[in-house]
Nanobody
Framework: QVQLVESGGGLVQAGGSLRLSCTASASIFSSYNMGWYRQAPGKQRDLVAT???????NYVDSVKGRFTISRDDAKNTVYLQMNSLKPEDTSVYYC?????????????WGQGTQVTVSS
């Protein structure tokens, strides 16, 4: 079982920055692909960014050039640096850890952290 704890959310004005952190309980963090998702009220949870165990990253088009995902395996932590924030970035942000082993996929979620961007 992997427990994920997010932090770093808050209220920020448009154009500002926040850095989200997600720390995992597992000592095998380095074997998990990590991701950030977000969910606005009444909407589905959508992918924001992912980073593989090898450090390859992927972003949804709406955040490219503004958000950066990174990981520190020594600290069991994944980060999401968010710059040039827009009101439409307002959501609850969730950390995700995922790995596959044979036919099985193991997926874990954090409790979420609220990000609110005021105009």
């Amino acid at each position: 079982q992997v427990q994920l704890v997010e932090s770093g959310g808050g209220l920020v004005q448009a154009g500002g920055s926040l850095r989200l952190s997600c720390t995992a309980s597992a000592s095998i963090f380095s074997s998990y692909n990590m991701g950030w998702y977000r969910q606005a009220p009444g909407k589905q949870r959508d992918l924001v960014a992912t980073i593989t165990t090898g450090g390859s990253t992927n972003y949804v088009d709406s955040v490219k050039g503004r958000f950066t995902i990174s990981r520190d395996d020594a600290k069991n932590t994944v980060y999401l640096q968010m710059n040039s924030l827009k009101p439409e970035d307002t959501s609850v942000y969730y950390c995700n850890a995922q790995r596959s082993s044979g036919p099985y996929t193991y997926k874990y979620w954090g409790q979420g952290t609220q990000v609110t961007v005021s105009s």
